[in-house]
């Protein structure tokens, strides 16, 4: 498909994995665009039922936005990767073609946020989910405030938003997060395939008539007042600071003040 991505279909099944494991699968603006381009292709193949996300390596799904990418954006500059990565999870949100995410090891900040824009989340025993934004002065901006209510009750989706720290796979599934008990790795990828294909030999329009419906629970009204304010937090001082001081592996320096 492309440099950043990887795709194999399997029968009716189109796997997509995220091809940048020496970074975790992180998201840079290219890889973005791959993605959402392979999304667009297989909506547009006939012969595809079902879409699975995947990340190569066993590490990660995916660790998130690429920080060096966002590191001393200024608002305009942040605002258009907030709105590039917004733009793949209305794409994976909105697809007329099922979409799970397989996640198998870390699925952090925006790699969790692409997770939750999937219609299914599969996870092995290995996975692990957080939204550690606020731990470095930032907030999710790819949907994540929004869509991790639709799948978890408001106490746990403040933990995961305001404490930051990442939780395992039981947790997750405890939770609400995923779709299944989580399977252990060497049944993992396996598992997966089964659950998508039985999915892909449904009817294509019934699902499809499904996915409409269930998407009019999100609302792009509150999506876009996400993406101002995390745009907002990425070019702030306490953003940046964030961001510089853990590529620095350092404790950040915040300001105690509500305003900047």
């Known amino acids: 498909m492309g440099t950043l991505t990887m795709v194999a279909d399997h029968g009716r099944v189109r796997v997509v994995s995220l091809a940048r494991e020496p970074q975790l699968n992180a998201m840079c603006t290219e890889l973005i665009d791959e993605l959402k381009a392979a999304i667009s292709a297989a909506e547009r193949d006939d012969r595809i039922g079902c879409i699975v996300l995947r990340g190569t390596g066993h590490r990660a799904f995916c660790a998130g936005a690429d920080l060096g990418e966002i ?11 907030i709105n590039k990565g917004h733009a793949l999870m209305d794409a994976v949100s909105n697809a007329n073609l099922p979409v799970i995410a397989a996640v198998d090891g870390w699925a952090l900040g925006g790699g969790m946020e692409l997770a939750l824009a999937c219609h299914l989340i599969i996870g092995s025993t290995r996975a692990r989910f957080g939204l550690p934004e606020a731990k470095i002065g930032c907030m999710p901006g790819f949907g994540g405030t929004q869509r991790i ?25 405890l939770h609400g997060l995923l779709a299944f008990e989580p399977i252990a790795p060497e049944d993992f990828h396996a598992r997966v395939l089964e659950v998508a294909t039985a999915i892909a030999n ?24 996400e993406a101002a304010l995390a745009a ?6 306490d953003g940046q600071e964030g961001i510089s001081a ?12 509500s305003h900047d």
């Open 149 to 173: 209510f639709d799948l978890t009750s408001k106490s746990f989706a403040m933990r995961m938003l305001l404490v930051g720290e990442p939780v395992h796979a039981d947790e997750a599934y």
């Open 202 to 225: 449904g009817s294509k329009t019934g699902q499809e008539r499904i996915l409409r419906a269930a998407r009019l629970a999100v609302h792009p009204a509150a999506l876009e007042y």
């Open 246 to 257: 853990f590529n620095e592996k350092r404790t950040p320096n915040f300001h105690r003040s």
């Open 232 to 237: 907002a937090a990425i070019s702030s001082a």
């Open 71 to 81: 590191l001393g954006a200024d608002h305009e500059q942040a605002r258009l990767f």
